[in-house]
């Protein structure tokens, strides 16, 4: 994670102990003043309505303020290069940490899809290569990865990747399969994620809603993934009930099944329709069935 996201989620390493280590990892594309109105928007770091003269301001602000608080990001859903960077950012990771591996993973928002792939492309470490270009396949940076799959995934306000071509309306994306980096990643999705995820989804997000987190939901086994729902927004939940989940979830010796480890807002575990409670199949801690793909609209 990030050094800004690791002073947002300071309380729950607090909670985990000394004995958890938490290892910050800074996106690696640093967003420049015309990626904000749109990408940082569906990435929620920005409102939709602010300009990018507004943006670039805030940029030199932070620049001569504190450079851990540049905008960046893990990729640019209409530019391939970004996808490719982040890819190679994450082999050279996961090379580094060989010795003393990553037991797992927690992601927020634009960092959760991060984490999803990271915790994909582990488990088809023979794939990786793809990612990165045919030319690639014999290089020993891609092909001597042996770093072990994770033992967990925390995805919070996460959703799936989905990447346009530049210049071409959203709504005119042909999905037929075309050899990029992005149907690669697409295909790995496709596959679904088996290691344990812990979805964590705010009730009242505005930037990630229940659709767009349903789309990363439904590319994890159903067997081995849990949700969570908190009654905010677009944030980590803090409160002391969820910095325990939070600990005790992580230092589970077997993250498959979690279903002794109590939820920390059991009000969201009920059924029900009104206002601030779960439908049947986006039950707090409990295991969803697939959606019928065609019945979801997706969001930018």
Same mark, same amino acid.
């Given at each position: 994670?990030?050094?800004?996201?690791?002073?947002?989620?300071?309380?729950?390493?607090?909670?985990?102990?000394?004995?958890?280590?938490?290892?910050?990892?800074? #996106?690696?594309?640093?967003?420049?003043?015309?990626?904000?109105?749109?990408?940082?928007?569906?990435?929620?770091?920005?409102?939709?309505?602010?300009?990018?003269?507004?943006?670039?301001? #805030?940029?030199?602000?932070?620049?001569?303020?504190? %450079?851990?608080?540049?905008?960046?990001?893990?990729?640019?859903?209409?530019?391939?290069?970004?996808?490719?960077?982040?890819?190679?950012?994450? *082999?050279?990771?996961?090379?580094?940490?060989?010795?003393?591996?990553?037991?797992?993973?927690?992601?927020?928002?634009?960092?959760?899809? /991060?984490?999803?792939? %990271?915790?994909?492309?582990?488990?088809?470490?023979?794939?990786?290569?793809?990612?990165?270009?045919?030319?690639?396949?014999?290089?020993?940076? *891609?092909?001597?990865?042996?770093?072990?799959?994770?033992?967990?995934?925390?995805?919070?306000?996460?959703?799936?990747?989905?990447?346009?071509?530049?210049?071409? #309306?959203?709504?005119?994306?042909?999905?037929?399969?075309?050899?990029?980096? $992005?149907?690669?990643?697409?295909?790995?999705?496709?596959?679904?994620?088996?290691?344990?995820?812990?979805?964590?989804?705010?009730?009242?997000?505005?930037?990630?809603?229940?659709?767009?987190?349903?789309?990363?939901?439904? #590319?994890?086994?159903?067997?081995?993934?849990?949700?969570?729902?908190?009654?905010?927004?677009?944030?980590?939940?803090?409160?002391?009930?969820?910095?325990?989940?939070? /600990?005790?979830?992580?230092? %589970?010796?077997?993250?498959?099944?979690?279903?002794?480890?109590?939820?920390?807002?059991?009000?969201?575990? $009920?059924?029900?329709?009104?206002?601030?409670?779960?439908?049947?199949?986006?039950?707090?801690?409990?295991?969803?069935?697939?959606?019928?793909?065609?019945?979801?609209? $997706?969001?930018?």
């Amino acid at each position: 994670m990030s050094q800004r996201f690791g002073i947002q989620v300071a309380a729950i390493r607090k909670q985990c102990g000394k004995d958890c280590e938490f290892v910050h990892v800074e #996106a690696p594309t640093v967003l420049k003043p015309v990626d904000l109105p749109q990408n940082l928007a569906s990435i929620g770091a920005i409102d939709r309505q602010q300009n990018a003269t507004s943006s670039a301001s #805030a940029i030199e602000t932070l620049e001569s303020e504190n %450079l851990e608080l540049i905008p960046r990001g893990w990729w640019l859903r209409d530019r391939p290069e970004t996808m490719h960077k982040c890819v190679s950012y994450f *082999v050279d990771l996961l090379k580094e940490h060989e010795e003393i591996p990553f037991d797992g993973v927690l992601g927020f928002s634009q960092g959760a899809c /991060a984490a999803a792939l %990271l915790t994909i492309m582990l488990e088809n470490s023979n794939l990786i290569h793809r990612l990165l270009g045919s030319s690639q396949t014999g290089s020993p940076s *891609v092909t001597s990865i042996t770093h072990p799959r994770l033992k967990f995934c925390i995805l919070v306000a996460g959703f799936r990747p989905r990447f346009i071509q530049r210049g071409v #309306a959203e709504e005119s994306q042909v999905s037929a399969y075309t050899g990029t980096i $992005e149907d690669e990643i697409q295909l790995l999705f496709d596959k679904g994620i088996y290691t344990p995820t812990l979805h964590i989804l705010g009730e009242n997000d505005q930037i990630v809603g229940r659709e767009r987190s349903q789309t990363l939901i439904d #590319a994890c086994n159903e067997e081995t993934r849990r949700i969570e729902r908190h009654e905010g927004g677009h944030f980590v939940p803090s409160k002391t009930s969820w910095r325990q989940f939070f /600990a005790r979830y992580i230092h %589970l010796e077997n993250h498959v099944d979690s279903s002794e480890l109590p939820s920390p807002n059991p009000l969201l575990t $009920e059924v029900g329709t009104g206002s601030g409670m779960s439908t049947p199949g986006l039950r707090s801690g409990a295991i969803t069935p697939k959606l019928d793909p065609n019945l979801a609209s $997706e969001t930018n």
